[in-house]
């Protein structure tokens, strides 16, 4: 997700290229392919869950480190519901502590809990909002 971010194309095609490279776990690639497929066609619904839980941060002015890890972290979150919330946001600090800045662990913490106390506003919400935001 990270290069297709930069390159500017699909994240299935990134994800083809580093999947035919090597030999690789089918759970792995089936989850790696899961993630990507729903941020391919929900991209729009993850960048403004972040967008809206970052109102200080323009998501285009976020590193790209820090902005793929977030948007895996939201696929999760929003799209994934038999992983638990606790192991994406662990994940997404770790991850985003390893290859992001120095600040990266706490922005992405923030941000990720900030998605999650929406989506769960949302989902509490009577008015039928789904939690990526829709009707």
């Not at 997700?1 to 030999?23: K, N, T």
């Amino acid at each position: 997700m990270y290069q297709s971010d930069l390159l500017g194309e699909p994240a299935m095609e990134r994800l083809d290229d580093i999947v035919g490279e090597a030999a690789r776990p089918p759970d792995v690639v089936e989850f790696a392919t899961h993630i990507v497929e729903s941020y391919d066609r929900h991209h729009a619904a993850v960048d403004r869950a972040i967008r809206e839980s970052s109102p200080r941060w323009e998501l285009e002015r976020m590193t790209a480190t820090d902005r793929a890890v977030l948007r895996l972290a939201v696929v999760e979150l929003l799209f994934m519901p038999g992983v638990p919330e606790p192991v994406t946001i662990n994940e997404a600090v770790e991850v985003a502590k390893r290859y992001g800045g120095a600040e990266s662990g706490h922005f992405v913490n923030a941000v990720v809990e900030a998605v999650r106390r929406r989506a769960l506003e949302r989902a509490a919400a009577p008015d039928g909002a789904d939690a990526a935001g829709g009707p």
